[in-house]
């Protein structure tokens, strides 16, 4: 898979060696993030929302109420920016100044494209429905008419995408490292529990 | 404590009935989140950032290089859109329309006020390290002055905030009950592992 581009909006200027545009790392923490966020403005006023999202190829999707606020100013082509977050760790080092965290953070910036066509909006709930459990799009009641047509399904094309990466232990100042403070991560993971059957 | 009063930005249209905007629900909300993903414009480019938040009585701060983009946008007057996002659970309905999170989020809507006056900077950090690690401000060894000066700590009041919270197993239409298709909740929660030492 090729690299995405570097642009002037995904150029990564603060910890430029934490960057990276490599589909084959960024496609898979699309893929394992759950949530996402989404940004955009209206008439002069930001706005965010977090919502469930999911990649079918080279697309993110998200879905939500035909009546959601920030899907119309998406829909009257604002662009959104699109940031996917997962955390792994704390780093804590000798010095203050020097904690961190671990985590694999994703940025999409891209204008959102209406799914009419309704065997696509399907496929595309369904693999919704199949990133959250597998199998689950041929176990749940498929929507009808009156469901397809209260959701909205929008589309991202990932063309101006970037992510920003941090891994391994802290990294002190030499002359930091014989302090007698202790230094080290803590691992940190969204961890799902037994299923509790209603 | 009062509740946060509903403003044109903060009234919650879709899904009203989840809506909140209750201080002594939404604090620990923001106490618990490590991070949340704070929105801006500037230009008309809608910018998107990840970073670690803490909460000091009606505050909300982050910290971040005094050169960080997004910070020079909101030092320029720009208001922040922040969302804080605490994923609960995965709700499996009987049809796939009715499928669910659980999930508390909060967004706050504020202008940042720049810290600038050292020791409420050096508080302020020292609070971040707490929250992180009860007690990790007295351990790590203090920031210096140029790190001090590397720093920025923004502060947010929070007036303009609300929640929106669901929880609960599915809600499923009367005549999907009798459906043969399992039915349920998914808890899911951010897990703390074992400290590896440096």
């Given amino acids: 898979m090729s690299d995405f581009p570097v642009t002037e909006k995904t ?3 603060r910890g430029p060696k934490r960057a990276c545009y ?5 496609y898979p ?4 993030a759950l949530v996402c966020h989404v940004a955009t403005e209206w008439q002069g006023q930001s706005m965010i929302q977090p919502t469930i999202h999911w990649r ?8 939500g ?4 606020g920030l899907f119309q100013a998406l829909l009257q082509g604002q662009e959104a920016a699109i940031c996917i977050t997962l955390l792994d760790g704390l780093v804590f080092a000798r010095s203050a100044f020097h904690h961190s965290v671990n ?3 994703v940025i999409v910036y891209a ?3 209406l799914i009419e066509e309704e065997q696509e909006k ?3 709930l369904d693999l919704m429905l199949e990133k959250v459990k597998e199998g689950r799009s041929k176990e749940a009641r498929p929507a009808n008419d009156n469901e397809l047509k209260a959701t909205s399904v929008l589309a991202f094309k990932l063309e101006e995408v970037s992510a920003k990466i941090r891994t391994g232990g802290p990294v002190d100042d030499p002359e930091d490292m014989a302090l007698d403070v202790w230094a080290g991560v803590q691992p940190i993971q969204l961890q799902k529990g037994p299923l509790n059957l209603d």
């Fill in 111 to 113: 204008k959102a494209e």
């Fill in 56 to 63: 079918d190829g080279d697309y993110l999707y998200i879905h």
């Fill in 65 to 68: 109420s035909s009546k959601n």
């Fill in 29 to 32: 923490i699309l893929d394992e």
């Fill in 103 to 105: 985590y694999r953070s």
């Fill in 11 to 13: 150029q990564i200027k």
């Fill in 122 to 124: 399907r496929k595309q």
């Fill in 22 to 26: 490599d589909k084959e790392i960024i």
